[in-house]
């Protein structure tokens, strides 16, 4: 696209002065960049043919704590080195911060082979086989996020408590409150265009200080690519203006979460024509369609891992929050967990509402579109669409309410270890089994406060 770079305008604009830094990244377990900053003349030199990093990248936890007990990387193996090939697709400028460029790379090993546990390795493979299947895959995804009148640096200070938002009333739409957030989400969305992440819109969403950022669809990998950079940027813009923002799924029990609402659909590989629609048929939505949607809402409990990857996500899960609570699908009811959209070819699409702004997004694209596919090949049938208010809807399939019930799920998940393969399922649940081991050892403030005195 033309704000992407092309290696020959690299050069260029190396050798003129304008760019002096490149960013050699790939995308942990957690979504986030990882990686090095090159020198512009050594990027030429070397780093455009690759780049190495310890393989504990891909087997640490949020605090970067190398976790023991992962087959693929560990002490007794010495955490040694993998490489980072560029995919000098990705190649862009960062406009919010002075001379720099930005490459996202594929993991391979000292042989050349992929890592299949890469979140990006992870999303290549199901892309594949969509495409082996005749389908190029369309995602998109909407993420919200709390903007702080905080610098990170100050959140910190307060252990994250009594924090100022931007905002002190719900600003869902509203273009006065949203108006006072405008210098931080204009450089957001300002950047974003300008370092190759269209952004469609923001708006104010149901929480003080909430936002909302639509950015447009995208190839599957490539939109992934762009939310791992826009999340990234983000953080940084706020930084650079003294604000904090957060995409944890949940800030507050009194207040709503912040969702990844995650948008899919299939174009035809070899005529670039969309798929989901049938104008003769009910809801104009086609059978391959039909089958996509039975297999996504059909795994959905096995594969939400990777939709909730936290102790954390779990309690965005709430009735009356605009979260869901329930799998089911409906024709655009915000209350179940999957929305169906679109009234033309282009637009007909499948909303999945259960992930929330935390999720890696390679992980989440490649759950989405493996069960799908296991729809169309085992050509599921689609259930009726749940009329009403899904919240309350009696004796209908649940969204896991626990990380601890999601790991059980997908441990026995023939879905995902299908299409995954039985290594990568297992490296995710130890991460998943680590997370929740973590969590259990330490000591809340809610427990503080009940037992402090009264205990």
């Known amino acids: 696209m033309p704000a992407n770079l092309d290696l020959d305008t690299l050069k260029r604009l190396i050798k003129s002065g304008e760019i002096d830094t ?9 979504g986030r960049l990882m990686g090095k900053r090159y020198t512009g003349h050594f990027f030429l030199e070397s780093g455009v043919k690759e780049a190495h990093t310890c393989d504990y990248l891909l087997a640490i936890d949020m605090e970067i704590e190398p976790v023991p007990g992962y087959k693929a990387s560990s002490w007794a193996r010495g955490y040694g080195d993998f490489v980072l090939k560029p995919d000098l697709k990705t190649l862009r400028r960062v406009p ?25 390795q992870v999303l290549k493979k199901q892309v594949a086989r969509a495409k082996k299947l005749g389908y190029n895959v369309m995602m998109a995804a909407e993420l919200e996020l709390f903007v702080f009148d905080e610098s990170y640096e100050s959140a910190r200070a307060k252990d994250y408590k009594n924090l100022k938002h931007a905002g002190w009333y719900i600003e869902d739409y509203v273009i006065l409150q949203t108006t006072k957030e405008e210098p931080l989400i204009r450089a957001i969305r300002n950047n974003m265009d300008a370092a190759g992440v269209p952004v469609e819109c923001s708006k104010g969403e149901w929480g003080p200080g909430q936002e909302e950022i639509n950015l447009k669809y995208a190839e599957a990998v490539e939109m992934a690519d762009r939310i791992a950079i826009y999340k990234n940027g983000a953080k940084e813009i706020a930084h650079l203006q003294g604000k904090a923002v957060s995409f944890m799924a949940k800030i507050d029990h009194s207040l709503a979460g912040n969702s990844f ?4 659909s299939l174009w035809g590989a070899k ?51 605009f979260a869901p609570t329930k799998a089911v699908w409906s024709l655009d009811n915000r209350t179940a967990g999957f929305r169906i959209l679109g009234d033309g070819p ?25 069960c799908g596919l296991h729809g169309i090949e085992n050509k599921l049938k689609l259930e009726p669409a749940f009329q009403g208010n899904a919240y309350e809807g009696k004796n209908i399939r649940e969204v896991p309410k626990s990380l601890r019930d999601a790991l059980a799920l997908l441990d026995k998940s023939k879905i995902l270890r299908s299409a995954f393969g039985d290594d990568v399922i297992d490296h995710y649940l130890h991460a ?3 997370e929740q081991q973590e969590f259990d050892r330490r000591i809340t403030d809610y427990e503080r406060v009940r037992m402090f005195e009264r205990g």
């Open 261 to 264: 609402h995650l948008h899919s």
């Open 432 to 434: 998943g089994e680590w």
């Open 346 to 370: 282009n637009s007909m699409r499948s909303e999945c509402r259960v992930p929330g702004a935390d999720v890696n997004p390679y992980l989440a694209f490649a759950t989405a579109l493996a």
């Open 96 to 120: 919010w911060l002075p001379g720099t460029a930005l490459v996202i790379c594929d993991v391979v090993d000292h042989h050349g082979e992929e890592v299949p546990h890469s979140p990006r």
């Open 22 to 30: 490149v960013l050699i990244c790939m995308v942990d377990m957690q």
């Open 271 to 321: 005529n670039g024509k969309p798929m989901f629609y049938d104008k003769a048929a009910p809801n104009h939505m086609s059978e391959l369609f039909c089958h996509y949607l039975a297999g996504q809402i059909s795994g959905l409990r096995e594969s939400a891992y990777f939709f909730a990857p936290y102790i954390n996500s779990y309690k965005r899960f709430s009735a009356g929050t």
